[in-house]
């Protein structure tokens, strides 16, 4: 649906009016199309002294064909051409004179607080010259890998400090943060390649885990699925059918899967696609062993998408409404897995990817039941990852904030512009941003994320 706020304050006399009252005034976000490149200007890369993943960063950035500069610390500079980083120098006297699109900094070398004055020193004088939908991402080590102490305590500071500068950046730009474990350097290249992108339009403030390298293929950068099957669940429309769109164009065969009342759209989507269509009730008795039967062949991909609201505050609630949500949002995709596990079908290098809520977070009022489920969807998470890495599958989930689809266009006036205006981005998502967030952690580059919850809800106000 449209944002209609969004599109009079992108007119010259909305923006006057807007600057001189101070209402939000949304930037219209930079999405990726194929074809296009993975950053459509320059980045810049950092580097605190004695860090670890400037590196592997300058390879991805190599290997990616972005054009990228560097400041001018010998041993970043040393960093970039060991990786094969054809890197310009950037002088920061220069800085203002030079725009760049994205700034990449690796902050693992800050083993104090008091070097923490490094943040300042690289992202001060570029910050106001980064491009409209920049990109800003800090690498850091997990705080727990750092032995304790000063080291610890100065990696932990690194989330406060990208939390803050996305709410700064404005523009439609974003901040993210990469902890890299120990042995995951050479891994960082899915997430890095996601976030620098378009791909990541309605990501901000977020932390992500990579864990150490698995044992994977050569990736194929342009069609991350290729040859691999994914089945998404409720497909039929709205954001099912935009993760089915988005797993068809990175070479996925496609599964759509959805009740039989939405049968004609749920073809429709399939066809389209050149993909299966999957009619089936999540919450139905024989729903696990069916969908075991049908990938007895092997399977690659599961998105657990099917959801809906039934809202009521929890003195209204009737006990059937409570079970009917629960049932499809949680307790159906913990039997799916179960039966997909049992039946030893999800492939090595296989993915679980299942979608959360924001109001699994931050509990939403009349919301008890959906936000109980969308909590419990990050508890399975939690508790399956390890339980899958044995078989060399990863379990995520993304967390969506404001999306616009016809479950949020139900929503009453106030609380829907309420919804799309209080985030760093002040507006509503699109379902492709959910999609893309879920095509990363898809894909056949992504084996060293497990066990992550990302938001995608352009820095939500509500919740962490
Ligand atoms: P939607 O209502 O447009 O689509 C949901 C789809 O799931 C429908 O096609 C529906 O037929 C299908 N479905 C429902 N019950 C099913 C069942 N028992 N078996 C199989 N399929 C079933 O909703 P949406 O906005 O596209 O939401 C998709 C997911 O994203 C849901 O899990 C939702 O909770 C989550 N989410 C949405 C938003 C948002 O802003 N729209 C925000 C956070 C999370």
Redesign the pocket.
């Known amino acids: 649906m449209s944002d209609r706020y969004a599109q009079v304050i992108g007119t010259p006399p909305g923006r006057f009016v807007a600057r001189r009252v101070g209402l939000p005034r949304p930037a219209p976000l930079e999405r990726w199309r194929p074809g296009a490149p993975l950053v459509s200007g320059r980045v810049l890369l950092g580097a605190a002294p004695g860090g670890w993943l400037a590196e592997p960063a300058a390879r991805v950035l190599a290997s990616a064909g972005v054009r990228a500069a560097t400041t001018p610390d010998r041993p970043l500079r040393e960093a970039a051409a060991a990786a094969g980083l054809d890197a310009a120098l950037h002088n920061r006297r220069t800085a203002g004179e030079e725009t760049f699109k994205a700034l990449v900094f690796d902050a693992t070398g800050i083993a104090d607080s008091t070097r923490l004055v490094e943040l300042q020193g690289f992202f001060h004088p570029e910050v106001p010259h980064l491009e409209p939908s920049g990109r800003v991402v800090v690498l850091g080590t997990p705080p727990a890998n750092c032995g304790g102490g000063r080291a610890a305590t100065a990696q932990r500071a690194l989330e406060g400090f990208t939390r803050a500068l996305a709410k700064e950046l404005g523009r439609g730009s974003t901040a993210q943060l990469v902890l890299v474990e120990p042995g995951g350097e050479d891994e960082i290249e899915s997430t890095l390649r996601f976030l620098l992108s378009p791909r990541s339009a309605y990501v901000s403030g977020q932390v992500v885990l990579v864990g150490p390298a698995v044992a994977a293929g050569e990736v194929d950068w342009k069609r991350p699925l290729a040859g691999r099957t994914a089945l998404v669940?409720?497909?039929?429309?709205?954001?099912?059918?935009a993760i089915a769109e988005t797993l068809s164009r990175d070479g996925g065969n496609v599964v759509a899967?959805?009740?039989p009342?939405?049968s004609a759209?749920?073809r429709e989507v399939a066809d389209r696609l050149g993909g299966d269509a999957f009619e089936?009730?999540?919450?139905a008795p024989d729903a696990p062993a069916a969908v075991a039967e049908r990938f007895s062949e092997g399977i690659d991909v599961v998105v657990h998408?099917?959801?809906?609201?039934r809202d009521r505050t929890l003195a209204k609630m009737p006990a059937d409404r409570w079970t009917e949500l629960m049932?499809?949002?949680l307790s159906?995709e913990e039997r799916i897995n179960d039966a997909l596990l049992d039946a030893g079908v999800l492939r090595p290098n296989g993915r679980i990817v299942c979608?959360?809520?924001?109001?699994g977070i931050a509990g939403n009022a009349g919301q008890t039941n959906?936000s109980t489920s969308?909590a419990g969807v990050i508890g399975m998470v939690e508790a399956l990852a390890p339980v899958v890495a044995e078989r060399g599958v990863t379990i995520n989930a993304v967390?969506?904030?404001?999306?616009?689809?016809?479950?949020?266009s139900r929503m009453p006036f106030a609380l829907r512009e309420a919804?799309r205006r209080m985030n760093s981005l002040s507006q509503?998502?699109l379902?492709v941003d959910?999609a893309e967030a879920i095509a990363w952690f898809a894909g056949s580059g992504s084996g060293s994320l497990n066990g992550n919850v990302v938001r995608v809800c352009g820095q939500s106000l509500i919740g962490a």
Not at 355 to 359: A, H, N, T, Y
Not at 399 to 408: D, K, L, R, S, V
């Open positions: 669940t409720g497909a039929a429309r709205g954001i099912g059918e899967l959805d009740v009342a939405q759209q749920l089936l009730d999540v919450t998408n099917a959801g809906v609201t049932e499809i949002n159906s979608v959360s809520s924001v109001s959906y969308k967390a969506p904030g404001f999306i616009e689809t016809q479950m949020t919804g509503g998502g379902p959910v």
